[in-house]
Structures are given as C-alpha cells and as structure tokens.
C-alpha cells in the first residue's frame, strides 16, 4: 500500500473509525502509566479503583473493537458474495 491510497473518498470512514480507535487506546495508554507512576502515593482504594476501571475501559474498547471489525468484514463478505 502507498501513501496515495492510505486515504481515500472511498476509505475515509473506516480511516476516521482507526483514528478514534488510536486515540481511545492512547488514553487507555495514559492511563495506566498515570495509575502506575502515582500508585505509590494513592490510598489503596483509588488504585484499586483505577485498576477496576481500566480493565473495564479495556474489555469495553477490546469488544468494541472486535465488533466494528467484525461487522466491517461481514460487509465485505456480502459485497464479495454480491459479485
């Protein structure tokens, strides 16, 4: 793939979708690296609410995820099948 077709009138939304899905890992990223670096500092409680929270904000993103791609390639499979 070139840098020409990267980003197209044609895949500009699945582009956006990448986009969104970076940032939300990005601000997972954050996250934990925040929780991990003040946990020494934070009451147990808080970290451990921190922790509770970022695996829930995981498992959320991971299912989302598996979802938009999913229902990206049963699309595709039915354009295919189409053909």
């Known amino acids: 793939m070139t840098w020409k077709n990267f980003l197209t009138k044609e895949n500009l939304k699945k582009r ?3 986009l ?3 940032i939300a ?3 997972l ?5 925040y929780t991990l ?3 020494g500092v934070l009451p ?3 970290v451990m609410l921190h922790f509770l929270g970022i695996s829930v904000y995981g498992a959320v993103l991971i299912r989302t995820c598996a979802y938009i791609y999913k229902r ?3 699309e595709e499979q039915k354009k295919n099948d189409a053909h």
């Open 16 to 18: 956006s979708i990448q």
């Open 29 to 33: 990223l954050q996250w934990i690296l």
């Open 25 to 27: 890992h990005l601000i």
């Open 20 to 22: 969104i899905i970076l």
């Open 72 to 74: 990206e390639f049963l």
């Open 44 to 46: 147990l409680t808080t």
């Open 37 to 39: 670096y003040e946990g």
